[in-house]
C-alpha cells in the first residue's frame, strides 16, 4: 500500500512568487492534515480536511495560504505571495475516518526554500 | 498557555543502556498520548499511543508511561542500538482531533 506521497520534496522560489505544495493520501483516508516545521521550531499544525471539508484551519498564517481538498482526494496548499518566514517543511498527514488509533502517516515533507 | 516541553538537549549513551526521554505538558487534558520517531529528512513514524487511562504500554524494547497528574510522559527504549538514533517526538490531542507536537528530543546512540 502507497504511504502519503508529497511534491515536490524542494522548492526554492524567491520572495513575493507562488508555490504549490501537493499531497496524496493514503487511498481511504477520509482525514488530511497540514503541518509545518520551521527551522529550530516544532511541527506546527496548520489545517484538517475531513473529506473535501475543512475541519479546522485555526492554524493557517495568514490569507496567503489557501488548501485545497476538491474531490476529498489529494490536497493542495498555496502559497500567494510568498514571504521570508514560510520557508520550512510542510508535512502532510493522514488517518482514516473512523476507528483507527488516532496516529497519523506522515508524508516525507515538502521543502519551501523563499529567497 | 499551552505548553509541552521536552528536553531540548540531544540525549547521548551507549549501545546496550536504557534511554529515557521525558515529555512535560501544562495546559492541556489530553485524551491520549502520542510518540514519534523522526529521522533526518524524513517525517515523522509514528511509535505509540497510550491513554489517559493506562499508566503504561509497551512495544518491544519500547515503553511509555503516562502521568496525568504529574502531567508528564516519560518514554524508555532498552537495549538501545546505533539504529534507534532520531529525533523522537511527544505530541498531544487538542481541540477536535488535533495533534500538537513538542520540538522533540534528538537521541545519539554510540556503538
Known amino acids: 500500500e502507497a504511504g502519503v506521497t508529497q511534491f515536490p520534496s524542494h522548492s526554492v522560489i524567491e520572495k513575493g512568487q507562488t508555490v504549490t505544495l501537493r499531497c496524496d493520501p493514503i487511498?481511504?483516508?477520509?482525514?488530511l492534515y497540514w503541518y509545518r516545521r520551521v527551522m529550530g521550531k516544532e511541527i506546527k499544525f496548520l489545517l484538517h480536511?475531513?473529506?473535501?471539508?475543512?475541519?479546522?484551519e485555526s492554524g493557517m498564517p495568514n490569507n496567503r495560504f489557501l488548501a485545497e481538498r476538491t474531490g476529498g482526494t489529494y490536497s493542495t496548499l498555496k502559497v500567494q505571495p510568498a514571504e521570508l518566514e514560510d520557508s520550512g517543511v510542510y508535512f502532510c498527514?493522514?488517518?482514516?475516518?473512523?476507528?483507527?488509533?488516532?496516529?497519523?502517516?506522515f508524508g516525507e515533507g515538502s521543502r519551501l526554500t523563499v529567497l | 498557555s499551552q505548553k509541552i516541553e521536552q528536553n531540548s538537549e540531544a540525549l547521548n549513551i551507549q549501545e546496550g543502556k536504557t534511554a529515557t526521554l521525558t515529555c512535560n505538558y501544562t495546559n492541556y487534558s489530553p485524551a491520549y498520548l502520542q510518540w514519534y520517531r523522526q529521522d533526518p529528512g524524513r517525517g515523522p513514524v509514528f511509535l505509540l499511543l497510550?491513554?489517559?487511562?493506562?499508566k503504561e504500554k509497551r512495544k518491544e524494547r519500547l515503553k511509555v508511561t503516562f502521568d496525568t497528574t504529574l502531567k508528564q510522559s516519560l518514554f524508555h527504549i532498552t537495549a538501545s542500538q546505533p539504529a534507534d538514533s532520531a529525533t523522537y517526538l511527544c505530541?498531544?490531542?487538542?481541540?477536535?482531533?488535533?495533534?500538537?507536537f513538542g520540538k522533540g528530543t534528538m537521541l545519539l546512540v554510540s556503538p
Open positions: 498527514a493522514s488517518r482514516p475516518g473512523q476507528g483507527g488509533t488516532g496516529e497519523l502517516f
Open positions: 487511498s481511504g483516508h477520509d482525514n
Open positions: 497510550i491513554r489517559e487511562n493506562e
Open positions: 505530541a498531544l490531542l487538542s481541540g477536535y482531533s488535533t495533534l500538537t
Open positions: 480536511f475531513v473529506k473535501e471539508s475543512k475541519q479546522d
